[in-house]
């Protein structure tokens, strides 16, 4: 195994721009592969390449997640009562 073919929930958690928290709940959900090290995760570069759309895996420009935020906002004023419900079923 190489050094950098693995990355830590919060290493991946910087990338995307998210919480630590967030990502251990999509790794238990089975939402992002990773493996179980002792009492850690390790994340293949693959699958953060998979996440991320993004040979390197670098974090998202701040563009891209402004444009990101804007997708969201809009999502949430158009279908926010339908989102609401669909989360208390």
């Known amino acids: 195994m190489k050094k950098n073919e693995f990355i830590s929930i919060p290493q991946l958690a910087k990338i ?3 919480s630590r928290i967030a990502v251990y709940k999509r790794v238990k959900n089975g939402k992002i ?3 179980k090290i002792g ?10 390449q ?3 759309g993004d040979v390197k895996g670098k974090p998202l420009s701040e563009e891209e ?6 997708v969201v906002k809009r999502t ?3 279908y926010g009562n ?4 669909l ?3």
């Open 82 to 85: 339908v989102l609401k419900q």
């Open 76 to 78: 949430i004023e158009e």
């Open 33 to 35: 592969k990773a493996m």
């Open 87 to 89: 989360g208390d079923e």
């Open 39 to 48: 009492r850690s995760f390790a994340i293949s570069i693959d699958q953060v």
């Open 65 to 70: 997640k402004r444009k990101i935020d804007k």
């Open 16 to 18: 995307l721009g998210i």
């Open 50 to 52: 998979s996440i991320t």
